[in-house]
């Protein structure tokens, strides 16, 4: 069956990142209506989209019995309002990450979408993407013996010409930890993916281009529950490099994920090199969604997951600003 999705925000991630995979997926989702307040925009990629209606205000996409679902792509600010207005009205949701910009209001989605009988699904595309599944079943594996140590290393350059950059929200950003919360709770979505939940950890932050807002570097260290520490290092200020990296320390060999490749080096063997799909996981989130829709299985990117990614990231934060570790208690 397929689903009639309400579209509500039409800027860069509607644009580069859905659209193509909704396209890739049309015996699966159709376009019902689109949402964004400018008439322009709304009207453009209404057209973008193959004609279908377009409205200025989200309250008037929930009211439609034509839509079973929204895909929500709006500044995180409004997250929280949105996704709670949309499952009140019995809608599905899917919502762009970060699940909400404050932990109490993401406490409350959580537990609105735990009491609904729609689907509720971050659309955290680091869990779906497959070079970190492929990363997480060889280290399920035991190829390497268990894991204990990872290092991991994103640089990017999101100067005054990066599109990114030039979106009024991030860079006047209303929520704690500006790029370093927006991009870096991806980071999180992947590591909790591969190596469950985080324990504790620590942080270091700076802001090196001014132009991006509170900070758009930073150090976090981080123990998981089951004893693997992590050192994630992220910068969106890097002239020259560009890097998206892992490399994982296990008890008998190691492996680095690259964006293309996994290479893995057991103990006493030789270096075998996997390669992994381009994908970034767009298309198979959406897969998810329509699957959890269709047959009531449970997402794998649900919004408990999507809270507990923005608490480790919220809270290394936090450490940063306050210079003292933090802890997260255990379930
Ligand atoms: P963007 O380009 O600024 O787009 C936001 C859209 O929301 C615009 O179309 C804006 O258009 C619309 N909007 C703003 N306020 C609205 C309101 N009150 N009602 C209806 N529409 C409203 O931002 P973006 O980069 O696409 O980011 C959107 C979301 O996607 C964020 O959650 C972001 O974190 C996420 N994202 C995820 C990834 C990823 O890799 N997973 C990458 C990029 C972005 P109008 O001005 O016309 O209203």
């Known amino acids: 069956v397929k689903i009639r999705l309400g579209i509500i925000g039409t800027g860069i991630a509607a644009h580069q990142l859905h659209l193509p995979a909704l396209r890739e997926l049309s015996d699966k989702y159709e376009i019902a209506v689109v949402c964004s307040r400018n008439e322009e925009r709304a009207s453009a990629y209404a057209k973008l989209v193959g004609g279908v209606p ?68 971050l659309a955290e595309n680091f869990r779906y993407r ?23 290393i994103v640089a990017a350059l999101m100067d005054e010409n990066n599109e990114y950059a030039q979106t009024t929200w991030r860079i006047h950003h209303k929520y704690p930890g500006g790029f370093v919360t927006d991009a870096g709770v991806h980071q999180i979505g992947a590591l909790r993916t591969i190596f469950g939940d985080i324990e504790s950890g620590f ?79 767009y298309r198979e989130e959406f897969e998810d ?18 809270y507990k990614d923005l608490e480790v990231i919220l809270k290394a934060v936090q450490a940063s600003q306050q210079g003292r570790p933090f802890r997260i208690a255990a379930d």
């Open 289 to 306: 969604f329509h699957l959890a829709v269709s047959t009531g299985s449970k997402p794998l990117s649900s919004f408990l997951e999507g």
């Open 203 to 281: 942080g270091y932050t700076q802001q090196i281009n001014p132009a991006l807002g509170e900070m758009d570097t930073a150090h976090m260290v981080f123990r998981t529950r089951r004893g693997v520490d992590i050192s994630l290092q992220m910068s969106f200020s890097v002239h020259g490099h560009s890097e998206d990296r892992l490399l994982i320390m296990g008890t008998r060999g190691s492996m680095a994920v690259n964006p293309d490749r996994i290479g893995v080096l057991p103990d006493g063997g030789e270096l075998k090199y996997y390669p992994t799909p381009k994908s970034m996981g």
């Open 54 to 121: 377009y409205v200025l205000d989200y309250r008037d996409v929930l009211k439609r019995s034509d839509v079973d679902a929204v895909d929500i792509m709006l500044p995180i600010e409004l997250n929280y309002q949105v996704a709670r207005d949309a499952l009140k009205a019995g809608k599905h949701v899917v919502v762009e990450k970060p699940l909400a910009t404050s932990l109490a209001d993401a406490r409350r989605l959580v537990a609105l979408a735990e009491a609904s009988p729609k689907v509720a699904m």
């Open 130 to 152: 497959p070079a970190y599944l492929m990363a997480k079943s060889i280290v399920d594996s035991g190829q390497i013996g268990e894991p204990r140590s990872v290092v991991v």
